[in-house]
């Protein structure tokens, strides 16, 4: 109790609070990003090798493989990672980017995605406040970091995350009061709509798109990423963020392919931008809306 009101006195407090809350959350985000899709990668082998071979079920249970189980070691000599060499960002500064046995050189994409999901987290916590806003407005802006570095990675977005999101998107807005003068949390009938109206948008494009080409431009995961921001910040705030999406993944995808010199066939992950546009709006979306919208005399 003494802690909670600690954070509800001081914006402050609160705010340092979160940001270090969001350091050790970006240190399990780096497992999840790196396990996830491996761990569907070897369930989908299994059950092919069930549905090729019978007997396969009767091979013995590989080593166990999850976000918990083995323990994290490196990459190169297998030493095991402990608690001290694991602290965010500031393990990967005393060790100077490297193992502490056998001086390998740790990529500093962990210490980036740990310090990026702090910032955020900080963020989210000086626009909400303390209250029960800030919850879900943080765990959607975890999820969005996860789902933005699988997707660059592997292409993927896993319906084991985008499907609970849009859940906990509906969830948010069936337990908690509507608040009109933020963009979240929305009422649970814009969140309903907000979700339907994500996927099917999206559903829409893909096969327009596959009749007029003969090529798929999309995935499936895309629809259930932006049915969750939809669920989460209603069906308003989906034009705006699709639109902020395709305009800044076509610039990007324009700038890739030239530095590159690739066709134009390369495939361009398009969670990334969907997860930007739709963090931004849920912090400025409302504020962007009724500024566009004041210049006809209007209001959302």
């Known amino acids: 109790m003494v802690l909670l009101d600690a954070l509800s006195a001081s914006p402050t407090f609160f705010i340092i609070a979160v940001v270090v809350l969001g350091l050790l959350v ?24 069930q549905l090729g071979n019978e ?7 590989p080593p166990r493989f999850n976000l918990i189980v083995p323990r994290s070691t490196c ?22 980017g ?9 990529s500093p994409r962990y210490p980036l ?8 987290s900080g963020l989210v916590a000086w626009k909400f406040g303390y209250g029960a806003a800030a919850v879900p407005a943080l765990v959607l802006t975890w999820f969005l970091i996860a789902l ?3 997707d660059v990675d592997t292409q993927l977005l896993p319906d084991s995350m985008t499907l609970p999101l849009v859940w906990l998107g509906v969830a948010t807005s069936a337990l908690l009061p509507t608040d009109y003068r933020a963009s979240l949390p929305v009422s649970l009938h814009d969140s309903v709509i907000g979700a339907m109206a994500g996927y099917l948008s999206l559903w829409g494009i893909y096969h327009l798109f596959k009749l007029l080409t003969g090529k ?13 921001i939809g669920a989460f910040l209603g069906w308003r705030m989906l034009l705006p963020t699709a639109l902020c999406a395709a305009a800044v993944g076509a610039v990007v995808g324009i700038v890739i392919l030239t530095l590159q010199r690739k066709g134009r066939g390369v495939p361009i992950a398009f969670g990334p931008f969907l997860s930007a546009a739709g963090w931004i709006m849920m ?13 006809f005399g209007l209001h959302a």
């Open 75 to 96: 990459p190169k000599c297998k030493a095991p990672i402990s608690a001290l060499e694991n602290i965010p960002v500031i393990s990967y500064l005393m060790l100077r």
């Open 283 to 295: 912090m400025w979306g409302r504020e962007l809306l009724d500024g566009y919208l004041g210049l």
């Open 55 to 61: 007997s396969a079920a009767a091979a013995p249970a």
């Open 26 to 49: 970006g240190s399990f985000l780096n497992v999840v990003i790196y396990r996830l899709p491996v761990m569907l990668e070897r369930e989908w082998q299994q059950q092919c090798a």
């Open 98 to 106: 490297r193992c502490a046995r056998c001086a390998a050189p740790i």
């Open 148 to 150: 933005t570095f699988i």
């Open 113 to 120: 995605i740990e310090a990026l999901t702090g910032v955020l």
């Open 216 to 228: 798929e431009g999309m995935g499936y995961g895309d629809f259930k990423l932006l049915a969750a």
